[in-house]
């Protein structure tokens, strides 16, 4: 029989768990990958500003149960700004869905995966919805862009073409998991 400070360890524990879980700290770690790179190596050409700027292939795993929908960010912290420069905001991406095929159109809501929405990226004009390649400064060295996909526990309730940030915000609370690729690129 378990001693009562064993049950109240327990206990404790236990509830420390589910207080981080309601917090949105991610407690499950899912896979994501790309059949153009592996993770931590070069971003092909294709992928970049300078080659075609289409988005490369994307595939993840099963998220957890309780799965709503996913949301995917690709950033890049090395950039020389005051916060990570946005390449890509795609959310209400459905539970249903493992993967984004190459060349994901830059328009605000997309058919394929249905009902997925796309977000602002950082750049000031052009295309500025969508994804937008790698493209650091010319001698700036190799920069890291980081896609990370979010399992949410929750339909949020979101507009097409909203920053980051916003997308963020909404995602607190109901993160049940999260997968990272990291992709490499230098010019």
Same mark, same amino acid.
Request: hydrophobic share 35%.
């Given at each position: 029989?378990?001693?009562?400070?064993? #049950?109240?360890?327990?206990?404790?524990?236990?509830?420390? +768990? #589910?207080? $981080?879980?309601?917090?949105?700290?991610?407690?499950?770690?899912?896979? #994501?990958?790309? $059949? =153009?790179?592996?993770?931590?190596?070069?971003?092909?050409?294709? &992928? +970049?500003?300078?080659?075609?700027?289409?988005?490369?292939?994307? $595939?993840?795993n099963e998220g957890p149960a309780g799965t709503k929908e996913?949301?995917?960010?690709?950033?890049? !912290?090395?950039?020389?700004?005051?916060?990570?420069?946005?390449?890509?905001?795609? &959310?209400?991406?459905?539970?249903? =869905?493992?993967?984004?095929?190459?060349?994901?159109?830059?328009?605000?809501?997309?058919?394929? !995966?249905?009902?997925? #929405?796309?977000?602002?990226?950082?750049?000031?004009?052009?295309?500025?919805?969508? &994804?937008?390649? !790698?493209?650091?400064?010319?001698?700036?060295? +190799?920069?890291? @862009?980081?896609?990370?996909? &979010? =399992?949410?526990?929750?339909?949020? =309730?979101?507009?097409?073409?909203?920053?980051?940030?916003?997308?963020?915000?909404?995602?607190?609370?109901?993160?049940?998991?999260?997968?990272?690729?990291?992709? +490499? @690129?230098?010019r």
């Open positions: 029989m378990m001693s009562r400070c064993v #049950l109240l360890a327990a206990l404790l524990a236990f509830s420390g +768990t #589910l207080a $981080s879980c309601a917090k949105g700290d991610p407690k499950m770690t899912m896979s #994501l990958s790309s $059949s =153009a790179f592996k993770n931590n190596e070069p971003v092909p050409r294709k &992928y +970049t500003e300078d080659g075609s700027d289409v988005s490369p292939p994307l $595939s993840w996913f949301a995917l960010i690709l950033d890049d !912290p090395d950039a020389p700004s005051k916060e990570p420069w946005v390449h890509w905001v795609i &959310y209400k991406i459905p539970s249903g =869905a493992r993967a984004l095929e190459e060349n994901v159109p830059p328009k605000p809501r997309l058919e394929d !995966p249905p009902g997925a #929405l796309q977000g602002r990226n950082s750049w000031p004009s052009g295309r500025t919805v969508g &994804y937008r390649g !790698p493209a650091p400064p010319v001698g700036h060295g +190799t920069h890291h @862009y980081q896609f990370h996909i &979010y =399992a949410l526990d929750a339909a949020v =309730a979101l507009e097409p073409e909203i920053d980051k940030a916003a997308v963020e915000r909404a995602m607190r609370g109901h993160i049940l998991a999260e997968g990272r690729l990291v992709g +490499t @690129y230098g």
